[in-house]
T-cell receptor, first 114, second 116 residues
Framework: AQSVTQLGSHVSVSEGALVLLRCNYSSSVPPYLFWYVQYPNQGLQLLLKYTSAATLVKGINGFEAEFKKSETSFHLTKPSAHMSDAAEYFCAVSGNTNAGKSTFGDGTMLTVKP | NAGVTQTPKFRILKIGQSMTLQCTQD?????MYWYRQDPGMGLKLIYYSVGAGITDKGEVPNGYNVSRSTTEDFPLRLELAAPSQTSVYFC???????????????FGEGSWLTVV
């Protein structure tokens, strides 16, 4: 069984401030972890993913996430928010025994204030 | 590249009507999925397929049917539409070798369905 919990359905930051979106996972097998971004009226697209290589993963648009097994976390960060980062962000987990299916969190809506 | 294409983008159905959401992908992916997205609820898997001729239920399959006659196409059928099926539907695909995981999922742009 696998699950994802995203802490905070809405996060608001000022432009230039640190972005921190929290994700905790549960998985009975070594997990693969993903962050996807969804812009308004669009489908989801991959930001970054962890597949058991380096624990610090760098993605597109300056985002990165760190896999911490001891904390079962995969938080997403960006040092300096930009207005174009405003979107909904989804954390997802998959394992090696579930036919490639991913389980998604409920999403975190990021608002960036000027 | 077209990627994952789904149609229609918007549709209003009356209670009890049926319809099919079409989905096609041109990336030769073996896995295909249908998700629904309700506000604040994330994505729920309806059905998935690991290859042509093979389909399986996800978390919320009731009221839906799928088929996978070709690698490219994965239509979702709604029988006897109900207001609870008002949602945004996403078709998606991925490629994975047998026994592997961690595969990136590629999404279509969504289909907004309202049942009244």
């Amino acid at each position: 069984a696998q699950s994802v919990t995203q802490l905070g359905s809405h996060v608001s930051v000022s432009e230039g401030a640190l972005v921190l979106l929290r994700c905790n996972y549960s998985s009975s097998v070594p997990p693969y972890l993903f962050w996807y971004v969804q812009y308004p009226n669009q489908g989801l697209q991959l930001l970054l993913k962890y597949t058991s290589a380096a624990t610090l993963v760098k993605g597109i648009n300056g985002f990165e996430a760190e896999f911490k097994k001891s904390e079962t976390s995969f938080h997403l960060t960006k040092p300096s928010a930009h207005m174009s980062d405003a979107a909904e962000y989804f954390c997802a987990v998959s394992g090696n025994t579930n036919a490639g299916k991913s389980t998604f969190g409920d999403g975190t809506m990021l608002t960036v204030k000027p | 590249n077209a990627g994952v294409t789904q149609t229609p983008k918007f549709r209003i159905l009356k209670i009890g009507q049926s319809m099919t959401l079409q989905c096609t992908q041109d990336m030769n992916h073996n896995y295909m999925y249908w998700y629904r997205q309700d506000p604040g609820m994330g994505l729920k898997l309806i059905y998935y397929s690991v290859g042509a001729g093979i389909t399986d239920k996800g978390e919320v399959p009731n009221g839906y049917n799928v088929s996978r006659s070709t690698t490219e196409d994965f239509p979702l059928r709604l029988e006897l539409a109900a207001p609870s099926q008002t949602s945004v539907y996403f078709c998606a695909s991925s490629y994975a070798q047998t026994g592997q995981s961690g595969n990136t999922i590629y999404f279509g742009e969504g289909s907004w369905l309202t049942v009244v």
